[in-house]
């Protein structure tokens, strides 16, 4: 490996994990939520771009959330067969909300670097 993709790869591991609470989605004793990002990656927003181009602005919502929603552990929290019932029977309030908090991870860490 060069020492420029070195610095380049090491620079991308060293990004933090954001988090963020969904206060909505409590557990049985009130805590709230918690959603876990990792920096986006290429091809993430491949995907993303995708989605908004070959559908609509609740298919990219609903990719993102799929996408990027991780827990404590790093695994996703929604899966593929998520997507139906996210589009058509989860508060999309919510749902907006989270993707903006996702947006904002990722745009705080642009403006930091």
């Known amino acids: 490996m060069s020492k420029v993709i070195s610095r380049a790869v090491a620079h991308f591991k060293a990004l933090s994990v954001k988090s963020f609470e969904v206060p909505e989605w409590a557990d049985d004793q009130g805590k709230p939520l918690v959603v876990y990002v990792e920096p986006f990656t290429l091809k993430d927003k491949t995907r ?9 602005e609740v298919d990219a919502i609903v ?21 139906p019932l996210l ?23 642009i403006r930091k670097n």
């Open 87 to 109: 589009r058509n029977q989860v508060d999309a309030n919510v749902l907006e909300r989270i993707s903006q908090e996702i947006m904002r991870v990722d745009v705080e860490d």
């Open 63 to 83: 990719e993102l959330i799929v996408l990027k929603c991780k827990d404590s552990q790093g695994e996703n929290m929604f899966t593929i067969e998520d997507k």
């Open 48 to 56: 993303l771009q995708l989605a908004a181009k070959t559908g609509s």
